[in-house]
């Protein structure tokens, strides 16, 4: 059984410019959630989707956005980045959306905005 | 006030010792409870999860939940150099909410040989 995996591992980009990252969800998990973890912080909520569906939104602006493939494997896509947007983003895939909301995480993707 | 809080430590036992590690909460709506650990540049990992009140056991470690108090805690038995990590909580709501988890700060734990 192979995990949620993300790429790249690292990236660093100038503030606004776009960024685009990647994941790919753990065997036959159909929801995959995205969450921002800044240093010495939990992670926060972005959002989530299900079926390629938006299924819930935290408290992020429209410039973070997202899709989810056929395949389950989903995008998020950060527009005009600001130094704040510095932060391990973190992937988690989970069997269904509904609760106890058992989500696995992938290892992230650790932005740095310059 | 955030919704979960939690003692950021850092924590740091000697090889054996008993851990506590505890978050308070402000929302009486959370039913779901979860303790994740975090190594560095790691993804969190599950640790156990918790419905409502009450405790639950796995191995060397302990969840404890007491919705009275909007309190909740994780006890390591015989911690580990392996179990040097940080130890986050985590919540939610019974209904969908979007598959939201509130997370807590995180304790850093160092367990020293």
């Known amino acids: 059984e192979t995990g949620v995996t993300q790429s790249p591992t690292h990236l660093i980009k100038t503030r606004g410019q776009q960024v685009t990252l990647r994941c790919s969800s753990q065997s036959g998990h159909n929801t995959v959630s995205w969450y921002q973890q800044a240093l010495g912080q939990g992670p926060q909520f972005i959002f989530q989707?299900?079926?390629?569906?938006?299924?819930g939104r935290g408290n992020f602006p429209p410039r973070f956005s997202g899709l989810q493939f056929p395949n389950y494997s989903s995008e998020l896509n950060v527009n005009a980045l600001e130094l704040d947007d510095s932060a391990l983003y973190l992937c988690?895939?989970?069997?269904?959306?509904?609760?106890?909301?058992?989500?696995?995480f992938g290892p992230g993707t650790r932005l740095t905005v310059t | 006030q955030k919704e979960v809080e939690q003692d950021p430590g850092p924590l740091s036992v000697p090889e054996g010792a008993i851990v506590s590690l505890n978050c308070t909460y402000s929302?009486?709506?959370?039913?779901?409870f979860m303790w994740y650990r975090q190594y560095s540049r790691k993804g969190p990992e599950l640790l156990m999860y918790t419905y409502s009140s009450g405790n639950k056991e796995d191995g060397r470690f302990t969840a404890q939940v007491d919705k009275s108090s909007k309190y909740i805690s994780l006890f390591i038995r015989d911690s580990q150099p392996s179990d040097s990590a940080t130890y986050l909580c985590?919540?939610?709501?019974?209904?969908?909410?979007?598959?939201?988890?509130?997370f807590g700060q995180g304790t850093e734990l160092s367990v020293k040989p």
């Open positions: 988690a895939s989970s069997l269904r959306r509904d609760p106890p909301y058992e989500q696995y």
């Open positions: 989707y299900y079926r390629e569906e938006e299924n």
């Open positions: 929302n009486s709506a959370f039913q779901y």
């Open positions: 985590a919540m939610s709501f019974i209904y969908n909410q979007g598959g939201k988890l509130i």
